[in-house]
T-cell receptor, first 112, second 115 residues
Framework: LAKTTQPISMDSYEGQEVNITCSHNNIATNDYITWYQQFPSQGPRFIIQGYKTKVTNEVASLFIPADRKSSTLSLPRVSLSDTAVYYCLVVRMNTGFQKLVFGTGTRLLVSP | EAGVTQFPSHSVIEKGQTVTLRCDPI?????LYWYRRVMGKEIKFLLHFVKESKQDESGMPNNRFLAERTGGTYSTLKVQPAELEDSGVYFC?????????????FGQGTRLTVV
């Protein structure tokens, strides 16, 4: 599976839009991108996943350019409660079970 | 609907003792996974059950770790004897179908401290 690289940490303020970019240069044709969020003392929680272009749900948007070598998680108007670690993962499609391979994640700190 | 629950939330044991962690997956989820994060490291996969069968246990660190899922419902992870390097947070997750984007639901984790 493609290795992912993302910033170790990011700082933001309430109400701002936060964009976290993940690099996955060696992504394969049958790989897709998944993002998880983890709050302190909790397990990771699925946020969003996509294969290409743009995916949006009630929590976030995921932008994937045509070459798919990177992806950007966009959190609109963050609040203090969005302070968490965000993990970008590459998962292979159509191969049955896929264990999740977590990297270091991006620690987002939202301040008042 | 209840999520994935893990028990205990914290456990402090002495080196050489035995500890058993329990995970109750979401009802109806055939797939159950164990992960762990040891201090300063990334979250790592340990093993995967499909119902009561071990599908992949490639992440189990050594034979001091034993996972079971009798009856295909809850699972236990026993560490015997525990060593200092086993300290960390152990997560359990479950999903309906494996792979293909089916999201995994994680429990809150069990923080294990071996002293």
């Amino acid at each position: 599976l493609a290795k992912t690289t993302q910033p170790i940490s990011m700082d933001s303020y309430e109400g701002q839009e936060v964009n976290i970019t993940c690099s996955h240069n060696n992504i394969a044709t049958n790989d897709y991108i998944t993002w998880y969020q983890q709050f302190p003392s909790q397990g990771p929680r699925f946020i969003i996943q996509g294969y290409k272009t743009k995916v949006t749900n009630e929590v976030a948007s995921l932008f994937i350019p045509a070459d798919r070598k990177s992806s950007t998680l966009s959190l609109p108007r963050v609040s203090l409660s969005d302070t968490a670690v965000y993990y970008c993962l590459v998962v292979r499609m159509n191969t049955g079970f896929q264990k999740l391979v977590f990297g270091t994640g991006t620690r987002l700190l939202v301040s008042p | 609907e209840a999520g994935v629950t893990q028990f205990p939330s914290h456990s402090v044991i002495e080196k050489g003792q035995t500890v058993t962690l329990r995970c109750d997956p979401i009802s109806g989820h055939d797939n159950l996974y164990w992960y762990r994060r040891v201090m300063g490291k990334e979250i790592k996969f340990l093993l995967h059950f499909v119902k009561e069968s071990k599908q992949d246990e490639s992440g189990m660190p050594n034979n001091r770790f034993l996972a079971e899922r009798t009856g295909g419902t809850y699972s236990t992870l026993k560490v015997q004897p525990a060593e200092l390097e086993d300290s960390g947070v152990y997560f359990c997750a479950s999903s309906q179908d494996p792979g293909d984007g089916d999201e995994a639901f994680f429990g809150q984790g069990t923080r294990l401290t071996v002293v």
